[in-house]
């Protein structure tokens, strides 16, 4: 299950993740074996909206509890992105939880893409999990855009790569917006390194200036997009 939100920014970030935990309940009805959230999806990505990103990102662990629970409770895997605190650092994360709620692993997007570099901190190392339907891998967003870091997990084994993704866009059509990621890069690594790629990212505008095109994305190992979502639902 790709949970595709509507994006919200940090000031907004408590009703937000009461949303996506909704929907994320929604999603485990369906008796998934995996969900994956978008990048940041709490407490959003534009962490300098009020000027100080640490503040921002203060209830991080809550909401990492709150992610870990509804995996309990709908017993299925789960990639989420947040916004991780880790003494003065912040770091752009993702999260994989098992079915019982326990923390399997974490990845911390390496590739800091525009204003990312202002306030994250990037990541270091790039590591495989063990979980019941296969060997996962983690990138976020814009570390898909260099081939090595998909290389090196499917060098250590990955069948999966998730991805918690904001795709980013322009355009005055909220029906034909697109990205470089959708549209190759994404199938691209998958036929690369014969894994699939389950990429999940946003909709709609964040912080009044970033704007989300949608289209989350399985694409199998032979590069073939088997299911894609809309640019603006």
């Not at 409770?73 to 992105?81: D, E, I, S, T």
């Not at 590739?111 to 979980?131: A, C, I, N």
């Not at 909709?203 to 894609?228: F, I, W």
């Amino acid at each position: 299950a790709l949970v595709q939100h509507r994006a919200y920014d940090v000031d907004n970030s408590s009703q937000g993740l009461e949303a996506v935990l909704s929907l994320l309940d929604d999603a485990g009805k369906d008796a998934i074996d995996l969900a994956v959230l978008p990048e940041c999806s709490y407490p959003g990505y534009y962490l300098g909206l009020r000027g100080d990103p640490h503040k921002a990102a203060e209830g991080w662990e809550r909401a990492l509890g709150a992610f870990r629970d509804v995996a309990r409770k709908r017993k299925f895997n789960l990639v989420a992105g947040i916004a991780e605190k880790d003494g003065a650092n912040l770091y752009n994360s993702a999260f994989l939880i098992g079915r019982d709620g326990t923390i399997l692993g974490r990845a911390r997007k390496t590739f800091l893409w525009h204003f990312d570099g202002k306030w994250f901190s990037p990541g270091d190392e790039y590591r495989v999990h063990e979980t019941d339907i296969g060997k996962i891998g983690m990138i976020v967003c814009a570390d898909g855009r260099l081939p090595e870091i998909c290389r090196i997990l499917a060098l250590k084994g990955a069948d999966i790569i998730a991805d918690p993704t904001n795709w980013v866009t322009t355009g005055s059509d909220p029906g034909r917006l697109t990205n470089p990621q959708v549209e190759y890069m994404m199938p691209v690594r998958a036929v690369e390194n014969g894994v699939w790629m389950v990429c999940a990212n946003k909709v709609g505008r964040e912080a009044d200036s970033v704007v989300y095109c949608g289209h989350s994305l399985v694409a199998s190992p032979s590069g073939e997009v088997l299911k894609a979502g809309s640019p603006d639902k």
